[in-house]
């Protein structure tokens, strides 16, 4: 998109397409908008096989119709519902704050819970589905839906509201834009999933199933059967003691495998009740002896050197007893997830310690042959950078939408 900035003038937003000067004027709700008041009897048979949609099916924010819509004829409608069409917007009036908003890729009935809206006298309906996700409408629309019950803003609410709008060729530009990087984002989200949904598939794939010694899934030239060994086997403690800090410092803690390390600064170390602390190197396995039963076993990375952790946190290394890639993605399925629940018996939330010892008593079963955990080592850690890549791509484009539709509207 090629973009010119704008002077600081009153009704002239701070990004444009060039070749666009005139000023934006205002235009009202009511007069710009029809709202749909074609409501029908589902119960006919008429509407039988057409979609019905409703909040619940659709994503916050994203206008993404989401996979659980049935047919009329399957969700026992019994109260009149609106019909639409295919590039009608369906608008979420209930707990506006919630974001319900979506066009219309078909045509079907739509939940009395929405409005399906549509444009006239000027104004494209791509940039109104715009202009309901700009910061404006947002606040306006949960600041007139706060009231006693449920949340929700009526005709009349809406028929007040005002925005700033351009020329028609403008508003077609700026619509089109927009659909066009929500589609980028459509993209990036079914990439990421793809490659999230395969890494689990090949995590169950390439390690065996309960009560068998061989994967389903295997690099060329590994034959032998792999053996069970304990942790214990696989690892060694260490215990790096430094003296407790006078001052502030950061420290490192795990409360999930999924969600890896995350640092916590420490501004007065006298309020923190630990006897010991430890330093953490690149490539040491952190244990929350306190919280392993949430699956909250990590690997420590490069931002994680040299950091402190609590007595908590014990912490291990695989030094030439095995591959820490491989461990990481060995502990990182949900088989050993189960493991991990039944040895932290006992209460719930802090109650349910876990003894270190019982931790590395538990059996896995891995190939005795290190270059072959290397391999799925390897394999995991290169499709994890796929993923990484793919989520930053993601939030890239959502943050640079977000930031548009500041700077390009009025």
């Not at 908008?33 to 008429?46: K, L």
């Not at 795990?254 to 600064?265: D, P």
């Not at 990484?388 to 943050?399: G, N, P, S, V, Y």
Request: with cysteine; net charge positive.
């Amino acid at each position: 998109m090629k973009t010119i900035m704008s002077e600081n003038k009153t009704n002239v937003p701070k990004i444009r397409f060039p070749g666009f000067t005139d000023p934006w004027e205002q235009r009202k709700w009511e007069d710009t908008v029809d709202i749909s008041t074609n409501m029908v009897d589902p119960e006919t048979g008429s509407y039988d096989e057409l979609p019905h949609i409703g909040p619940g099916n659709i994503e916050s924010f994203t206008g993404k119709i989401l996979d659980n819509v049935l047919r009329v004829k399957d969700s026992n409608l019994i109260s009149g519902k609106f019909h639409f069409y295919k590039g009608d917007i369906i608008y979420g009036k209930i707990n506006p704050q919630l974001g319900k908003y979506a066009i219309a890729p078909f045509e079907g009935l739509a939940s009395a819970d929405s409005y399906i809206l549509n444009t006239k006298n000027g104004v494209v309906q791509n940039f109104l589905y715009s202009v309901l996700q700009t910061k404006d409408f947002y606040k306006y629309s949960v600041s007139v839906s706060a009231r006693t019950g449920i949340p929700k803003i009526n005709r009349d609410e809406l028929n007040v509201y005002t925005y700033k709008a351009p020329k028609t060729e403008e508003q077609t530009k700026i619509g089109n834009f927009f659909v066009e990087l929500d589609h980028l984002i459509t993209l990036h989200q079914r990439e990421l999933t793809h490659l999230q949904d395969e890494k689990k598939s090949l995590l169950q794939k390439m390690f065996p199933k309960k009560g068998e010694n061989v994967p389903e899934i295997r690099f060329p030239g590994f034959t032998h059967a792999w053996e069970q060994r304990k942790v214990n086997d696989l690892v060694t403690q260490v215990i790096r003691k430094v003296p407790k800090p006078d001052h502030p410092y950061e420290r490192i803690s795990v409360r999930s495998h999924a969600k890896g390390t995350f640092h916590q600064k420490v501004e007065d170390p006298k309020t923190v009740a630990m006897d010991k602390l430890f330093v953490v190197k690149e490539n040491d396995l952190i244990v929350n002896i306190t919280f392993a039963w949430e699956h909250a076993i990590a690997i420590a990375n490069k931002s994680d050197n040299g950091l402190l952790v609590s007595h908590r946190f014990p912490t291990y290394r695989a030094d030439g007893k095995s591959d820490i890639n491989f461990l990481h993605y060995l502990v990182s399925r949900e088989e050993f997830r189960r493991k991990l629940e039944f040895i932290s018996p006992g209460g719930a939330g802090r109650n349910r310690v876990m003894n270190k010892k019982d931790f590395l008593k538990l059996k896995v079963t891995i190939p005795l042959n290190i270059e072959e955990q290397q391999k799925i080592g390897a394999f995991f850690k290169n499709l994890d950078h796929l993923i990484t890549l793919h989520q930053r791509k993601l939030d890239h484009c959502k943050k640079l939408k977000k930031a548009l539709l500041q700077q390009m509207f009025v």
